[in-house]
């Protein structure tokens, strides 16, 4: 008995050091018996992913507009450089602002109609939505809402009075853009949409966003008229941008924003977004090499310019199917929206003058990539689905066009939206904003003349 409890006093003093790292293992010990349930963490994970995904795609969509402001300014004259970097300054600046005021609750409210949403103004009564994914995205869809801003800026850009242009930039963003975002994407938020009930695809928004942008841009330069030379004896004449450099990296900005602008929309975190990125790649380069191939064809030469659009073409043609498509769809579509691009802009500028192709690109391309995601769905052709398709470009155009022909009418009676012939010459940069972009080459033709 004595032995016993020898042996056991010995072994209790030779393991004694361990017994205060025990008592510090205990919590980790009851901890891991309550360990929480594997789903629920796996749901917690991916609903933080896709906020992230969400947040980074918003980003890269928000990249897009020094994207516009590098094209738009290299495809015009050196004079109007800073009259076009303020109008991309205030599409997103003042209409972002406006989208958030009011376009946001119009276009993904309560909409019980289908037709316009009813709350979510300034970001108040989110309803069943969680206040952080709401604050999300409404960033995603401010960004979106400017691009279709942008998008008017370009074809009314070197002859359109700043302050007249800012208004409507406002009202787009305010109120044309998001009336018909809520018919095809109200659902996607706290609301619905008549159009998207019938089964219309437009999953990143090829006339969501490019055709309602590309059918106002028409009706701005409709209202504004043609620039100076432009036309002579009946015949448009080449005005030659400044700088196709500054132009050719907005088109590399751009394509890059576009992977944000497609696969984001996914708004989640996933293997989703695989197919849709090889999609928007392709679609680009097919496009570009249509445009080039049809320039290179019709005049002998490959056109730079020309090829650079062919790539935003491309893009543009994939956006409504880049989720749907299978990537030969995405190559169809995309070589397809090159000659279109091609096609168009030549019968458009017999009596448009669009300073830098944005009605074929967005509004032409824009209702092309909605029509081929019925004619290349991987199911094969589908009449209902051709149906749907037609009538969702048909109602974008509709919508889009008369009204935007009015408010700019209207805008003009109490705004003058077309600066005279003098200050035109002499470039808006001077006569809008007293600022020139590149002062020192003025200086030296000054000085040398």
């Known amino acids: 008995?004595?032995?016993?409890?020898?042996?056991?006093?010995?072994?209790?003093?030779?393991?004694?050091?361990?017994?205060?790292?025990?008592?510090?293992?205990?919590?980790?010990?009851?901890?891991?018996?309550?360990?929480?349930?594997?789903?629920?963490?796996?749901?917690s994970v991916q609903n933080n992913l896709n906020i992230i995904w969400t947040v980074i795609a918003a980003c890269l969509v928000f990249f897009m507009q020094a994207g516009f402001t590098l094209v738009e300014t290299g495809l015009t004259r050196a004079k109007n450089a800073v009259n076009i970097i303020m109008k991309n300054v205030m599409d997103i600046s003042a209409g972002g602002i406006a989208f958030f005021l009011v376009g946001f609750g119009l276009m993904f409210g309560t909409n019980p109609s289908g037709w316009i949403g009813t709350d979510g103004f300034a970001l108040t009564q989110l309803g069943e939505q969680s206040e952080v994914w709401g604050y999300v995205f409404f960033f995603f869809q401010a960004v979106f809402?400017?691009?279709?801003?942008?998008?008017?800026?370009?074809?009314?850009?070197?002859?359109?009075?700043?302050?007249?242009?800012?208004?409507?930039?406002?009202?787009?963003?305010?109120?044309?853009?998001?009336?018909?975002?809520?018919?095809?994407?109200?659902?996607?938020?706290?609301?619905?949409?008549?159009?998207?009930?019938?089964?219309?695809?437009?999953?990143?928004?090829?006339?969501?966003?490019?055709?309602?942008?590309?059918?106002?841009?028409?009706?701005?330069?409709?209202?504004?008229?043609?620039?100076?030379?432009?036309?002579?004896?009946?015949?448009?004449?080449?005005?030659?941008?400044?700088?196709?450099?500054?132009?050719?990296?907005g088109i590399f900005i751009l394509w890059l924003g576009w992977f944000g602008f497609n696969a984001g929309s996914t708004t989640t975190g996933d293997g989703s977004v695989a197919k849709i990125i090889v999609n928007t790649f392709l679609a680009g380069g097919a496009g570009a090499l249509a445009a080039m191939t049809m320039s290179w064809v019709r005049k002998g030469k490959p056109d730079g310019a020309m090829t650079m659009n062919g790539v935003l073409a491309g893009l543009v043609g994939i956006t409504a199917g880049c989720a749907d498509?299978?990537?030969?769809?995405?190559?169809?579509?995309?070589?397809?929206?090159?000659?279109?691009?091609?096609?168009?802009?030549?019968?458009?500028?017999?009596?448009?003058?669009?300073?830098?192709?944005?009605?074929?690109?967005?509004?032409?391309?824009?209702?092309?990539?909605t029509i081929a995601v019925a004619l290349f769905h991987p199911n094969g052709l589908d009449l209902a689905l051709l149906g749907v398709q037609s009538l969702g470009v048909l109602v974008a155009f509709a919508w889009t066009f008369p009204l935007c022909y009015g408010l700019f009418s209207l805008i003009n009676v109490f705004i003058p939206l077309r600066v005279n012939g003098e200050l035109e010459e002499a470039g808006l940069d001077l006569h809008e904003h007293d600022a020139q972009a590149y002062p020192e080459f003025s200086f030296v033709k000054q000085t040398t003349s």
Request: hydrophobic residues 50%; aromatic residues 12%; proline residues 5%.
């Open 1 to 43: 008995m004595l032995s016993s409890i020898n042996t056991y006093k010995n072994t209790l003093k030779r393991y004694s050091f361990f017994l205060p790292i025990s008592f510090l293992l205990l919590p980790t010990i009851a901890i891991a018996q309550q360990s929480p349930d594997p789903i629920a963490e796996a749901a």
């Open 145 to 249: 809402a400017a691009t279709a801003a942008t998008i008017v800026s370009g074809a009314v850009a070197e002859r359109t009075a700043f302050s007249g242009y800012l208004l409507f930039s406002i009202i787009i963003t305010a109120f044309v853009y998001p009336v018909f975002g809520s018919w095809a994407w109200g659902s996607l938020f706290n609301g619905s949409g008549w159009l998207e009930n019938l089964g219309f695809i437009d999953f990143a928004g090829s006339t969501v966003v490019h055709s309602i942008g590309g059918w106002a841009a028409l009706a701005g330069a409709l209202i504004v008229g043609p620039r100076m030379g432009k036309y002579k004896d009946g015949k448009p004449q080449a005005i030659q941008g400044h700088s196709l450099p500054l132009a050719a990296l």
């Open 325 to 369: 498509l299978n990537p030969a769809g995405a190559l169809a579509a995309g070589l397809c929206a090159g000659i279109i691009l091609y096609m168009s802009s030549g019968f458009l500028e017999r009596f448009v003058d669009d300073a830098v192709g944005a009605v074929s690109v967005h509004g032409v391309c824009g209702a092309w990539g």
